[in-house]
């Protein structure tokens, strides 16, 4: 299988290129030249696999052979060796819990997928590999874990100061050994727009042979549409046909995985990308005019993003189509008011707790359902292990929250992070310094 740029269907290079190289000089996102139809037979007996079999048949479809098999389906165990249930919490909804990996976050699934892609092609004596991610909360840990120890890597993660929880910052910022951490006086689109300005540097690349852990590359999208799958088996094992996700949308990786997986044969009724005040593309769906705007700080910082960098991937799937894209896409936003109400609504009704991602895809599930009359399947995903927002919750539900003990083991440990404004040269003057 061959990628193109989004910005040059004409140019293809190899799944190998694509992981590496994260994004085309011409600031375009890889995509694979043809979107493989997994067979029938497949899909009809779905319910007969697991998700590590599942993860390898897309994977194998997608990639063909670009890695041998039996070396992939070793990746792809390595990588998605924890589960992602399906829990009920009544008879047709269900919450996709993608918490149950090393970070808490879903963005394991693509972080450790992809760690273990470029070890496995990193040779001894190669150039040391630099990967740099910016992130507005989950990428940044779920990367530092997926890389901490692989060898001839070094990452460095960009956050802003301030806009992540005292968790996520635990994880980004206390690993040491080859992570390293910088807090940014800015937004996520800021330190989103330092990672893709350093990408275009012809002087920085080079010194380092760099590469972006961030969903912009394929490596992180190709993975999440595991889950998409794995979530239609369980249910089908329930009886159900086709189902709506309703999925927490920030930057619009995790969405852009299910319609890859919907295009790839993937019975999916709805997707509805549920989103925060930072609602450029419920805009967009609403008025037809794309406009970013910058990103405004709320309590599902995941998704505190006004510049979503995978939007043009999800609009290449439907050949720049908007009409056709909107018979399979609708999208909705919701305050934090709102947000706060559904975490406690969620803990009345079901004795759950959700958090504030999850809470956003939960009241996009409630609004579909009352404006449709739709009463079959539904899943909203939940992204992240509520523990990570301790500050959002009422006391009485934050009493309820159980605490894993890796979160556990970061209390105490030193918070090792540079200080950077938003201007590039001086990021760029960090890391020349920092070699």
Not at 262 to 274: E, S, T
Not at 328 to 335: H, I, L, Q
Not at 359 to 385: N, P, Q
């Amino acid at each position: 299988m061959k990628f193109y740029s989004t910005n040059n269907k004409d140019l293809r290079v190899s799944f190998k290129e694509a992981v590496f190289n994260s994004m085309p000089l011409d600031k375009g996102l890889y995509m694979p030249e043809v979107i493989p139809q997994l067979p029938a037979d497949f899909i009809n007996n779905i319910e007969k696999y697991s998700l590590t079999e599942i993860a390898y048949e897309v994977a194998s479809a997608l990639l063909k052979d670009e890695i041998p098999a039996e070396d992939l389906k070793a990746l792809v165990e390595e990588a998605a060796n924890f589960d992602a249930p399906a829990v009920p919490l009544d008879n047709n909804t269900f919450v996709l819990e993608l918490f149950h990996g090393p970070s808490l976050a879903f963005k394991d699934f693509g972080a450790r997928f992809m760690s273990r892609v470029m070890g496995y092609y990193l040779k001894d004596g190669e150039q040391l590999l630099d990967v740099l991610v910016a992130t507005s909360g989950d990428t940044g840990g779920a990367v530092a874990l997926g890389f901490l120890g692989v060898a001839n890597t070094r990452v460095t993660i960009l956050y802003p100061k301030g806009k992540v929880s005292p968790i996520q910052e635990q994880q980004l910022t206390t690993l040491g050994q080859n992570i390293r951490a910088i807090e940014i006086d800015g937004t996520f689109d800021d330190c989103q727009a330092l990672v893709k300005q350093a990408f275009a540097d012809e002087e920085l690349n080079k010194k380092f042979r760099l590469t972006s852990a961030n969903s912009i590359n394929i490596s992180r999208l190709i993975p999440q549409t595991f889950y998409y799958f794995n979530a239609y088996a369980q249910l089908k094992r329930k009886g159900f046909k086709k189902v709506v996700f309703s999925v927490p949308s920030g930057n619009f990786g995790n969405i852009g995985a299910g319609l890859l997986a919907y295009k790839m044969g993937l019975p999916v009724k709805q997707f509805i990308a549920a989103t925060n005040v930072n609602d450029t593309v419920p805009r967009f769906l609403e008025t037809g005019v794309y406009e970013t705007k910058p990103s405004v700080q709320t309590y599902a910082n995941a998704m505190d993003v006004g510049a979503p960098s995978n939007w043009v991937r999800i609009m290449d799937l439907f050949n720049q189509d908007t009409n056709a894209l909107k018979e399979k896409v609708s999208a909705t936003r919701f305050t934090d008011e709102e947000t706060l109400a559904a975490i406690k609504e969620i803990d009345a009704k079901y004795n759950y707790i959700a958090c504030p991602h999850t809470a956003i895809a939960y009241l996009a599930v409630e609004k579909y359902r009352s404006e449709t009359g739709y009463d079959g399947a539904a899943a909203f995903l939940s992204t992240a292990h509520a523990c990570k927002f301790p500050d959002i919750f009422p006391a009485e539900l934050a009493a309820k929250i159980e605490i894993p003990a890796s979160v556990k083991e970061l209390e105490g440990r030193a918070k090792q992070a540079d200080e950077l404004g938003v201007d590039f040269e001086d990021f760029k003057s960090w890391l020349e310094k920092k070699n």
